[in-house]
């Protein structure tokens, strides 16, 4: 039966395949004769530019689907009349477009009139939060990377370590899709590959409630479409330096010495036709190279073999970045067309390890590699229904290691680690090696039609073959006839050890929903239905009491060769399925007024690595406490969302938005109770316990471009409040002693204000343009600290009952450009943190500061501790990113 599934998931996932999400928008009209007003029948309707297009029915009433997000130039053409080209006309993903025409009849042919298209700032048909960023609003804002854009959006928050949140969901619950196909490395639901700005066409973020055609989410879709290649020839260069500028040294160290050219970026893109192919084959190729020295410095005092250092400032959170994508288009015909596309990504980088600061030379070092190619092919049947079907590959591993080869000799002995309590590290090297792939193959088909003028059907199904493969562990001493070999030779330690985790799985997916989208002129519905299974293919403890394999507690196991006790500690995990229902509706109450309600149910499978965590159940036969380990048979995760709100426009240029919401999360994954073995050692596995609600106010107020300036506000004001805001936190809670959590406390990321206000002031070659952002502090968890001579032992309170202080900085970005040659040249300076505010991000629990803690009052000197205790605990991770300048130049033609 299990082969029969796989068989049949191969098929459905070659052959058709999945669930698409938006990349493309809508364009509806109606054509009329100027002066009676009567509908006009086969006006020729265009994009020009492009092969699509359509003609009006009976009733003068056109709709074109499958129009990639931009603006267009719209043609009305008819025999006998003026014909009428209406510019910039913009199209969204998901949204559909209105542009009505009026024609005037004429006995002899005349020139186009052009007229410039209506900016709609009242989406009808939006019936729920959602986020849209085009590229002509990412080149104006004082942004660099994709992460300055996310943060802008409202419910959209960042925690202590940088992870984003959606409307106070765990970061795990955003899925990531690039141009209808799923990025999200299924291991931690992490954004898989990284792509550059400049590659952006529209990005959409989509905080509410959305429809049935996406998944694996709880909390938040971030859906981007990348730029085509042009029926023109274009390109453009882009190279920037930066280095942070700061007074802030006694926590930066080194910080205070300017090098313009320490951090330097170069970028360039060229699209168009290719030559001799009548412009039926186009491309677009972007790249990118990053180097960032970071701000986090440390001194080379002593090098891992414990020899002198030269001293020199090092810098200790450096990273390289290659970034990539090549697309290719081929218009075969006006029906069909296919698309080639490839993104990259490559970072080759260095956390910040305070104890490594005066040894920076020997800690880890890091590297990531990432790579998604997707075969589209688009068959157009007419103006109103198309189906495509999409193959993608999805790879990503990542490691660190300090060196290459795990039997390098400079490897030292893991006791040149030990040294005394807040004490900088004086030789030694770090022995942690680790390795992870994620390799995903998607499968999936989706089926558009504008079945009738009011119901335009999706669906679609969808097949993922995913696998994963993950090795963890330190170097260890090699030992013969069990003892040591001197002087130390590094040794890996075996795969059926407590010592290494090392596991393999091949998990599957598959899903298929239906969605109808009804549009009226009072009233637009979008209703749908959703359909996943999931099969982890993990195994699971016949026996939790005798979980390890190769150390069996039951007497008439132990004689039995491991492949035959498989049988007695092991069975497959149950397949898992579930339904969510999606419904949402937008009811204009005027031409300029719009309200809006949508409810869901959303289910996410939980990530891969709680569902194999630490491997094959090796618990030691001594000892106690260990874990959490996965569990294959962990269920999809649920939320419950509503939300209502209302959109307004006002004075022609401006609009707002007030949408409240509610968020009912269950079965969240956390650190199940201990378990005990036969001989009483315990240990621990995930569960589906943990419980969330988060509710909230959202207001957007914003300005389109008109007289020389556009702004946008956006307040966010919520309550994110949970059981655990880690699946671990219980687990540590038990080896503390603690009871588990039995009341709701205020998530990790509870930030109950947020702010953000973006203002762009210029015109058609000049402009300045900031970004504020203010937001209230983020929970802590108290801590009253009695310390000894030697150790601290720390006595907590109630866990995120206080709060940290305010979040405040200001960005800015100025640009002028030239036209020099035949290309246009522009200078840029951008600045962020512009007023290099000391932004606290973590505080220490006996003060609720970033910068004084009691913690050390009580140690004495030590001979053996080369720093004090003092400049130990000045902790850079408790504060932001101070102020970085950057200036370049970008050359387009």
Not at 658 to 665: A, K, P, S, V
Not at 782 to 803: E, F, H, M, V, W
Not at 806 to 835: C, E, M, P
Request: with cysteine; glycine share 8%; net charge negative.
């Amino acid at each position: 039966m299990k082969n029969c599934l796989t068989m049949l998931f191969v098929l459905v996932t070659f052959i058709s395949s999945s669930l698409n999400a938006g990349t493309t928008g809508k364009l509806t009209g109606k054509v009329a004769d100027k002066k009676t007003g009567e509908p006009l029948p086969f006006v020729n309707i265009t994009l020009e530019g492009t092969t699509i297009g359509a003609a009006t029915d009976l009733d003068g009433k056109y709709v074109i689907l499958n129009i990639p997000p931009g603006k267009y130039n719209v043609k009305f053409q008819y025999i006998g009349y003026q014909s009428i080209a209406v510019q910039n006309v913009q199209i969204s993903i998901d949204l559909t477009t209105n542009q009505d025409a009026e024609l005037t009849e004429t006995a002899v042919e005349l020139g186009t009139i052009v007229v410039q298209g209506g900016i709609e700032r009242i989406q009808k048909d939006i019936t729920s939060s959602q986020a849209r960023v085009t590229s002509d609003e990412i080149k104006n804002l004082p942004v660099a990377e994709i992460n300055d854009i996310l943060q802008l959006q409202a419910g959209v928050t960042r925690g202590a370590g940088g992870e984003f949140h959606i409307r106070g969901g765990r970061s795990s619950e955003i899925a990531y899709w690039i141009n209808g196909i799923s990025i999200t490395d299924a291991f931690d639901n992490s954004r898989g590959i990284e792509i550059d700005n400049s590659s952006v066409q529209e990005l959409q973020v989509i905080s509410g409630t959305f429809n049935a055609e996406y998944g694996q989410a709880m909390s938040g879709i971030i859906n981007t479409v990348t730029k085509e290649g042009s029926q023109k020839v274009k390109g453009d260069i882009k190279v920037y330096s930066s280095d942070y500028i700061s007074s802030f040294k006694n926590y930066f160290v080194g910080i205070d010495k300017i090098n313009p050219f320490a951090n330097y970026n170069f970028q360039g893109s060229l699209s168009g036709p290719i030559p001799f192919t009548d412009n039926k084959i186009t491309f677009f190729a972007n790249g990118r190279y990053v180097y960032d020295d970071g701000y986090l410095y440390g001194y080379q005092k002593y090098l891992p073999n414990g020899a002198e250092g030269s001293g020199e400032l090092t810098a200790m959170n450096w990273s390289k970045r290659w970034i990539g994508q090549a697309n290719l288009s081929y218009f075969a015909s006006s029906n069909f067309k296919f698309n080639l596309e490839m993104l990259y990504s490559k970072e080759n980088f260095r956390d910040y390890n305070h104890g490594f600061k005066w040894n920076p030379e020997g800690d880890v070092l890091k590297y990531t590699n990432s790579y998604n190619g997707t075969f589209t092919l688009t068959h157009t049947f007419s103006s109103s229904s198309f189906y495509t079907i999409k193959v993608s590959n999805f790879f990503k591993d990542f490691k660190e290691n300090l060196y290459e080869d795990p039997f390098d000799s400079r490897y030292l002995h893991p006791d040149s680690l030990i040294t005394v309590g807040y004490s900088f590290l004086t030789k030694g090297t770090n022995l942690h090696r680790f390795y992870r792939e994620t390799n995903t193959l998607i499968g999936k088909i989706d089926f558009t039609s504008q079945v009738s003028e009011n119901h335009l059907i999706k669906f679609g199904v969808e097949g993922r073959l995913h696998k994963l493969e993950f090795d963890d562990f330190y170097l260890e001493p090699l030992r013969k006839d069990g003892v040591p070999v001197e002087p130390f030779v590094p040794s890996i330690p075996s795969e059926n050890t407590p010592n290494r985790t090392k596991y393999a799985n091949e998990p599957v997916e598959f899903s298929a929903y239906f969605q109808d989208k009804i549009e009226f002129e009072n009233v637009i519905i979008n209703i749908g239905l959703r359909l996943d299974y999931f099969d982890s293919r993990g195994k699971v403890l016949v026996d939790p009491s005798d979980p390890n394999i190769n150390l069996p507690l039951r007497s008439d196991l132990v004689n039995l060769p491991i492949s035959e006790r498989e049988q007695f500690f092991y069975k497959n995990a149950t397949p898992k399925w579930s339904l969510g229902p999606r419904f949402g509706i937008a009811y204009p109450i005027s031409d300029k007024g719009v309200l809006h309600f949508s409810y869901g149910q959303f289910l996410q499978v939980p990530t891969f690595q709680y569902l194999f965590n630490n491997g094959p159940y090796y618990v030691p036969n001594t000892g106690s406490g260990y874990g959490p380990y996965g569990n294959p048979d962990l269920k999809p995760q649920s939320t419950v969302m509503y939300e209502i709100g209302f959109r307004q426009e006002f004075f022609d240029d401006y609009s707002v938005d007030i949408t409240g919401f509610y968020r009912d999360i269950r079965n969240w994954i956390t650190a199940g109770p201990l378990t005990s073995t036969r001989n009483l050692v315990t240990y621990s596995s995930y569960i589906n316990k943990d419980y969330s609600n988060v509710k909230g106010v959202t207001l957007n107020i914003n300005k389109r471009f008109s007289n020389f300036f556009s702004l946008d506000f956006n307040y966010t004001y919520q309550v994110a409040e949970g059981s655990n805001s880690s699946p671990e936190d219980e687990f540590y809670a038990q080896l503390g002693n603690s009871e588990p959590t039995l009341f709701l406390i205020p998530l990790d990321w509870d930030q109950r204000h947020l702010l953000n206000f973006s203002l762009f002031v210029g015109g058609a070659d000049w402009g300045i343009s900031t970004i504020a952002r203010y937001g209230s502090g983020l929970p802590y968890s108290p801590a009253i600290t009695q310390y000894t001579a030697d150790r601290g032992i720390t006595s907590g309170l109630q866990r995120n009952s206080r709060r940290k202080p305010t979040q405040f900085s200001v960005d800015l970005k100025l640009h002028k450009t030239f036209s020099i040659i035949g290309l246009d040249v522009t200078t840029f300076l951008r600045i962020f943190n512009l007023l290099d505010n000391r932004i606290p991000i973590n505080v220490f629990g006996d003060t609720g500061k970033p910068n004084y803690t009691t913690e050390g009052k009580n140690i004495g000197p030590d001979p053996n501790r080369p720093n004090s205790v003092e400049e130990y605990l000045r902790y850079p991770w408790n504060y932001g990113e101070p102020r970085l300048i950057q200036f370049g130049f970008e050359f387009s033609f």
